[in-house]
């Protein structure tokens, strides 16, 4: 897998912001994209034949608050739309829900050495996001106050 030209790639669009030292990983870009936003770009150790890219959001305590205030039914309900809305996307994605609080949430996406090309990572990287947003978009619709002057849905 060609980590300099992603690297090269990343830093011509002015998205990195770093490297980290990962024992797991061949590689660890975390960028930014779109600005505020973090998105790690990794080549797992082990995978020498793809890229991972990866955005990992926590829900605000507020918002959590708001999901746990109702019903068991309802709260089940709103789990569904977000399971339906991030498989709309073309993503992998993991919750973290426990008794359907929505804590948590992971979106991936995974390219392999034979489809890289720049323009499927900046596509991947943008679908990743656009998923992560539409759900923090959901939470804020439905949990938010109808003024969101700020992003409160990082802890």
């Not at 034949?49 to 709103?78: N, W, Y």
């Not at 050495?113 to 990287?125: A, Q, T």
Request: net charge negative; with cysteine.
């Amino acid at each position: 897998m060609p980590e300099k030209k992603i690297k090269k790639w990343l830093e011509e669009e002015g998205f990195l912001r770093m490297e980290v030292p990962d024992e797991n990983a061949l590689f660890h870009y975390v960028i930014n994209y779109p600005e505020d936003h973090v998105i790690d770009i990794i080549q797992p150790a082990g995978k020498n034949d793809m890229i991972l890219i990866a955005c990992a959001t926590s829900v605000s305590p507020e918002h959590q608050s708001g999901i746990r205030a109702l019903s068991m039914e309802k709260r089940t309900e709103f789990i569904w739309k977000v399971r339906f809305t991030l498989n709309s996307f073309g993503v992998d994605f993991q919750l973290d829900h426990p008794e359907n609080v929505l804590n948590s949430y992971l979106v991936t996406s995974e390219i392999f050495s034979d489809g890289l090309s720049k323009d499927r990572l900046i596509s991947s990287i943008k679908n990743v996001f656009r998923a992560k947003l539409h759900v923090m978009w959901m939470i804020q619709e439905r949990f938010g106050d109808d003024k969101p002057e700020h992003d409160s849905m990082y802890v």
